[in-house]
């Protein structure tokens, strides 16, 4: 839609740049107060986002990269424009997972507990950041006659590989689920089971939901990883059968300790 918003003198203000930022610090925000509303220090958000935010990021490229190689082998020049849009979602979380339970840590916050503050960051700085890739144009979706349906601008990535042709607004629609997810976390939190349930349930539903999203979507040969007919099982889609398989260990695991913890804690 509007790839550039607008330029100061010669410089021009993207449109996935300027929502990635505004993600970025609505999520930083959110977490800073939950932080407080608990009693812990909410500066330890801000080394938390700019350690996190570096390395998901680079992650996320590393994952976008990989899969699309062949383009990127003959124009390596090109990995590093990330403001152009090209972030693989799964790369970002997975690396940024790492780092950030690993910092937790070490700053003496008690992992899980530390990682169900934060999710609700990550749910909205995805729902943000999903409409710096509709205006970008990227991460589209197929052709479609849906009321709703848009055309992307020649100029967008959606608008080069599919001129004048309606397509699912995909994600307009990845967007809504990650803040319908935001709010089911919130929704859940006075009552969830154990430390760590809200983190695992947001990859359990993130996951859940590259099944419905992805068959609407438009992908390149190299990102479907195998077809059976009629049928295709994406790369983001094989990667949540993985991570919906590894929360749901996760839970077991961390209500069985938690079950173990009140039975040793209760008077004989």
């Known amino acids: 839609m509007r790839p550039v918003l607008f330029t100061?003198?010669?410089?021009?203000?993207?449109?996935?740049?300027?929502?990635?930022?505004?993600?970025?610090?609505?999520?930083?925000?959110?977490?800073?107060?939950?932080?407080?509303?608990?009693?812990?220090?909410?500066?330890?958000?801000?080394?938390?986002?700019?350690?996190?935010?570096?390395?998901?990021?680079?992650?996320?490229?590393?994952?976008?990269?990989?899969?699309?190689?062949?383009?990127?082998?003959?124009?390596?020049?090109?990995?590093?424009?990330?403001?152009?849009?090209?972030?693989?979602?799964?790369?970002?979380?997975?690396?940024?997972?790492?780092?950030?339970?690993?910092?937790?840590?070490?700053?003496?916050?008690?992992?899980?507990?530390?990682?169900?503050?934060?999710?609700?960051?990550?749910?909205?700085?995805?729902?943000?950041?999903?409409?710096?890739?509709?205006?970008?144009?990227?991460?589209?979706?197929?052709?479609?006659?849906?009321?709703?349906?848009?055309?992307?601008?020649p100029g967008s990535i959606a608008g080069q590989e599919f001129a004048g042709v309606h397509l699912h607004p995909t994600q307009v629609y990845e967007s809504l689920i990650a803040l319908g997810i935001f709010f089911v976390l919130l929704a859940v939190e006075r009552r969830k089971p154990f430390e760590g349930f809200l983190f695992w349930l947001f990859v359990a539903l993130l996951a859940i939901s590259r099944f419905f999203i992805d068959p609407l979507r438009h992908y390149g040969t190299e990102s479907i990883l195998l077809r059976a007919g009629g049928l295709e099982l994406t790369n983001n889609q094989a990667m949540g059968v993985g991570l919906l398989m590894l929360a749901f260990l996760a839970m077991v695991h961390l209500a069985r300790r938690s079950g173990q913890r009140e039975k040793s804690a209760a008077p004989s």
């Open 8 to 153: 100061l003198g010669s410089l021009p203000v993207r449109s996935y740049g300027l929502m990635m930022a505004l993600a970025f610090l609505v999520g930083i925000w959110i977490a800073r107060r939950r932080f407080r509303s608990r009693g812990l220090d909410p500066d330890i958000v801000i080394d938390f986002a700019v350690l996190v935010i570096l390395t998901s990021v680079a992650g996320a490229r590393a994952a976008y990269v990989m899969v699309r190689w062949d383009y990127f082998r003959e124009a390596p020049l090109a990995i590093f424009r990330i403001w152009e849009g090209g972030l693989a979602l799964y790369g970002g979380i997975i690396v940024g997972v790492i780092v950030g339970l690993t910092f937790l840590a070490r700053r003496g916050i008690h992992i899980w507990r530390g990682a169900d503050l934060m999710v609700p960051s990550v749910a909205m700085g995805i729902a943000i950041g999903r409409i710096g890739c509709f205006l970008n144009g990227c991460c589209f979706g197929e052709p479609c006659d849906l009321p709703w349906a848009v055309t992307f601008r």
